[in-house]
Nanobody, 126 residues
Framework: QVQLVESGGGSVQAGGSLRLSCAVS????????MSWFRQAPGKEREGVAT???????TYADSVKGRFTISRDNARNTLLLQMNSLKPEDTATYYC????????????????????WGQGTQVTVSS
């Protein structure tokens, strides 16, 4: 059974940094497309970044140049380094995993991901 557990959220001032982690149980982590989504109060859940099996990453325009997604296949862990944080980055952040046999790694399609974590809160104050 696949389980995802996020950690690393917290409160930070604008311009600060946070590093989110997502521990993934179950086999074949290295063969799965992984993504980070976020959802602010009253808004739709949106894709933040994806990383393909081979390590290629895609970012939402709003976070390009500030966020870095990476994966540690030896530890079954997905990471998101967030720098130069802004108040508009305030949201609950979720990691998600796509089914192994699905082609592609879409950045902003919630329906493409089967497994989700419970979320971790990030709050950025001005």
């Amino acid at each position: 059974q696949v389980q995802l557990v996020e950690s690393g959220g917290g409160s930070v001032q604008a311009g600060g940094s946070l590093r989110l982690s997502c521990a993934v149980s179950g086999s074949l982590f290295s063969a799965a497309c992984m993504s980070w989504f976020r959802q602010a109060p009253g808004k739709e859940r949106e894709g933040v970044a994806t990383i393909e099996q081979g390590g290629s990453a895609t970012y939402a325009d709003s976070v390009k140049g500030r966020f870095t997604i990476s994966r540690d296949n030896a530890r079954n862990t997905l990471l998101l380094q967030m720098n130069s944080l802004k108040p508009e980055d305030t949201a609950t952040y979720y990691c998600a995993r796509r089914l192994i046999r699905r082609a592609g790694c879409p950045i902003n399609d919630r329906s493409a991901y089967t497994y989700w974590g419970q979320g971790t809160q990030v709050t950025v104050s001005s």
